[in-house]
């Protein structure tokens, strides 16, 4: 199968083969990420541009990193340092790497949109590294090979997300990702942090949870996330403490979900808030797993776009 996506802006927009293929191929990437020289030429004399609005840890790096893996040639702009600090607009900055003969951009920004607004000026191919409360296509898709990876498959298999899903791009993503998949998605956090009907996302609708015992009750697999202070114009629960007494997933609120149940974060984690410690480093946590992954999957993403097939001879 070949993918014919110019762009990767939302998951929403893919089809479950076209999702199978990305993670197919980061299947075959991880392999090459397990050899002791990691690095394949499948995008020799491919030029990237990673353009962060917004700061990042694990996709910034593990962008990055893919890219090397694949030898593409990199250049990296991050907001601080840029003529954005004079006022430059999106639209010109992003006019301007293209007019240096950039392949692909990489790009986060605080704004809902922001990659769905660029595609329209460039010609460049464009990926979702995060746009505002929207999308983090390649933060689910990371999600989803972990939990691939587990079970084979992911047709079936329930998943709980838990906490500030009003804010979170990761969790829209991962409720287009997965309902696709034939997952079952279930969202559990306080009522001030869902969104207005959150029951439609996803294909055939997701349920809805507010009391978390219920949530982690049949459970395959929890998708905790952060609560995103900086996203909240005013405080929508009384204290910290209290988010953590109710919505904090502890040893203890996992007493209720089946032993074989599995534990993801997207990170950063607010440890002792939405994640205990216990629960953070415990057996049943994937969360390094799921960066390790992000790599794999990176490569993927940027090798269909540029129009690769995976040839095993590329991948020598
Ligand atoms: N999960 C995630 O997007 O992390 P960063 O913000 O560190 O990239």
Redesign the pocket.
Known sequence: MQFNRKHLITLEELTADEIGLILDTAGSFKEVLERPIKKVPALRGTTICNLFYEP?????LSFELAEKRLSADTINFSKATSSVTKGESLRDTAENIEAMKVDIVVMRHGSSGAHKFLSQYLDVSIVNA?DGQHA?PT?ALLDMLTLKQRWGTLEGKRVTIIGDIMHSR?ARSNIWGLTKMGAEVTVCGPPTMMPPEVENLGVGGIKVEYDLRKAVEGADALNILRVQLERQKNRLFPSMQEYCEIFGVTDEALDAAPLECIVMH???MNRGVEISQEVADGDRSVILEQVTNGVAVRMAVLFLIAGGKIDESELQ
Request: glycine share 16%; net charge positive; no cysteine.
């Open positions: 990042s840890t694990r996709t910034r995060g983090h933060q990761v997207p990170g950063p």
